[in-house]
């Protein structure tokens, strides 16, 4: 099973990562920045698996690339607040 089979599964392995860089100190701009990139990636590359994920796919590829700053900053808030 791909982490990417199931929404709450990516959300998990999302926060796990989110984590680990807080913890190394990455700072909220630098990780909205790279989490806008791996949109650009998921977007352009994978096939989404899930509902969720093609509406945000959807969403990703309609926005302007400061709509996706945004799209990016909530996804992490998203993430951070998963239990």
């Known amino acids: 099973m791909s982490v990417l089979d199931n929404f709450d599964s990516w959300k998990g392995f999302l926060k796990s990562r ?3 860089a807080e ?3 990455v700072d909220h701009s630098t990780l ?3 989490a806008a990139e791996v949109g650009d990636y ?3 590359s994978v096939n989404a698996k899930t509902p969720e994920q093609e ?3 959807e ?3 309609t926005a302007s690339e400061e709509e996706q700053q945004a799209l990016a900053s909530a996804m992490i808030k998203l993430v951070q607040k998963h239990d």
Do not use: D, H, R
């Open 18 to 20: 989110l984590q680990q």
């Open 23 to 25: 913890e190394n100190g």
């Open 32 to 34: 909205t920045n790279l």
């Open 42 to 44: 998921l977007a352009e």
């Open 55 to 57: 509406v945000l796919k």
């Open 59 to 61: 969403l990703w590829s």
